[in-house]
């Protein structure tokens, strides 16, 4: 644990809003992320869905493709190993993932641009336990933006009404053992920000997360065991123009004798609702925030779907 994510506790939310949101707001402004610990997402249903998770991913290839919609772009379902690859690279991830998107209302307008997320039927335990742990951490994400929402000057409720329904998902990632053992210095995801509002990350069972200082500096982030690790994403920095910064970050090889381990993680992003008009706040401006034009959350989407290479233009 380096000096710049030193955790900070939840318990302070409830005994003093004001000091939650003033940490919160410092360490995103430093590196665009922190470090909450006692946090109350239960560890039964993480334990749970990651227990599902590993089953999910131990399934036959042609199983796990049946679940996958390439013409959906992976927004929902499975995503098989070498798809994806960060915005401006050629070089495709060393990783596998599944989506679990909202559970939207029959008659909700979102349907048209937000599917339902398939169930899965060789694993009976899987819908419910990854369903668990999505309404767990969109509860703890909503928590967290209305802290951040005190640390703008903004009321403490602005950000509800706008992510209610957002098209949030929760990845259920894999990165597979490596029997060869890689590259010193090479990377199991490359170097890329966040697309939407904010990350919340459960900590990976395999060390690498680094995240990219703006000295130049690269900064591992290694969180208590049971911490919740959280970062701005690319939503929150156009919304602030800049002030809570949406900082690259990636996940590294480990030494060669971690290499043949796989290596899980469960980022949940968290996203504005499709037609919510991302326009800088003028605070943030005021205080020397570069403005960009406004744009709806859904065409922003979308553009950076198509710069990481899950939709095809």
Request: aromatic share 10%; glycine share 8%; proline share 7%.
């Given at each position: 644990?380096?000096?710049?994510?030193?955790?900070?506790?939840y318990p302070?939310?409830?005994?003093?809003?004001t000091?939650?949101?003033d940490?919160?707001?410092?360490?995103?402004?430093?590196?665009?992320?922190?470090v909450?610990?006692?946090?109350?997402?239960?560890q039964g249903?993480?334990?749970r869905?990651?227990?599902?998770?590993?089953?999910?991913?131990?399934?036959?290839?042609d199983?796990?493709q049946?679940?996958?919609d390439?013409e959906?772009?992976?927004?929902?379902?499975?995503?098989?190993?070498g798809?994806?690859?960060?915005?401006g690279?050629a070089?495709?991830?060393?990783?596998e993932?599944?989506?679990?998107?909202?559970?939207?209302?029959?008659?909700?307008?979102?349907r048209?641009?937000?599917?339902?997320?398939?169930?899965?039927?060789?694993?009976?335990?899987?819908?419910?336990?990854?369903?668990?742990?999505?309404?767990?951490l969109?509860?703890?994400?909503r928590?967290?933006?209305?802290?951040i929402?005190?640390?703008l000057k903004?009321n403490?409720?602005?950000?509800d009404?706008?992510?209610?329904?957002?098209?949030?998902?929760?990845?259920?990632?894999?990165?597979?053992?490596?029997d060869?053992?890689p590259?010193?210095?090479?990377?199991?995801?490359?170097?890329?920000?966040?697309?939407?509002v904010?990350?919340?990350?459960?900590g990976?069972?395999?060390?690498?997360?680094?995240v990219?200082?703006?000295?130049?500096?690269?900064?591992q982030?290694?969180?208590?065991?049971?911490a919740?690790?959280i970062?701005?994403?690319?939503?929150?920095?156009?919304?602030?123009?800049?002030?809570?910064p949406?900082?690259?970050?990636r996940?590294?090889?480990?030494e060669?004798?971690?290499?043949?381990?796989?290596?899980?993680?469960?980022?949940?992003?968290?996203?504005?609702?499709?037609d919510?008009?991302?326009?800088?706040?003028?605070q943030c401006?005021?205080?020397?925030?570069?403005?960009?034009?406004a744009?709806t959350?859904q065409?922003?989407l979308?553009e950076?779907l198509?710069?990481?290479?899950?939709?095809?233009?």
């Amino acid at each position: 644990m380096t000096e710049y994510f030193k955790p900070i506790a939840y318990p302070l939310w409830t005994d003093n809003k004001t000091a939650f949101a003033d940490a919160i707001g410092s360490s995103f402004r430093e590196t665009g992320f922190a470090v909450i610990q006692d946090h109350p997402v239960d560890q039964g249903v993480i334990d749970r869905a990651v227990a599902a998770t590993k089953a999910f991913f131990a399934l036959p290839e042609d199983v796990k493709q049946s679940y996958y919609d390439a013409e959906g772009g992976g927004q929902r379902g499975y995503t098989p190993f070498g798809t994806e690859n960060a915005k401006g690279k050629a070089e495709f991830d060393l990783k596998e993932f599944w989506h679990t998107g909202r559970d939207l209302p029959a008659d909700s307008p979102y349907r048209a641009t937000m599917g339902d997320t398939p169930a899965v039927s060789e694993i009976e335990e899987f819908d419910d336990a990854t369903r668990a742990l999505y309404e767990a951490l969109d509860a703890m994400g909503r928590t967290m933006l209305r802290a951040i929402a005190l640390h703008l000057k903004l009321n403490e409720d602005w950000f509800d009404t706008r992510v209610e329904m957002g098209n949030s998902i929760l990845r259920l990632l894999h990165y597979p053992p490596q029997d060869d053992p890689p590259p010193k210095g090479s990377v199991r995801a490359g170097a890329h920000e966040d697309i939407n509002v904010i990350t919340l990350l459960l900590g990976a069972e395999e060390a690498g997360l680094e995240v990219k200082h703006r000295s130049g500096t690269w900064l591992q982030v290694n969180p208590p065991a049971g911490a919740l690790v959280i970062n701005c994403g690319d939503m929150l920095q156009r919304l602030t123009a800049g002030i809570l910064p949406s900082t690259t970050h990636r996940v590294v090889n480990p030494e060669p004798e971690r290499a043949r381990f796989p290596r899980y993680s469960t980022p949940f992003f968290l996203h504005f609702n499709q037609d919510v008009l991302i326009e800088p706040l003028e605070q943030c401006v005021a205080e020397g925030g570069t403005p960009e034009p406004a744009i709806t959350a859904q065409d922003y989407l979308m553009e950076r779907l198509r710069e990481i290479g899950l939709v095809r233009a």
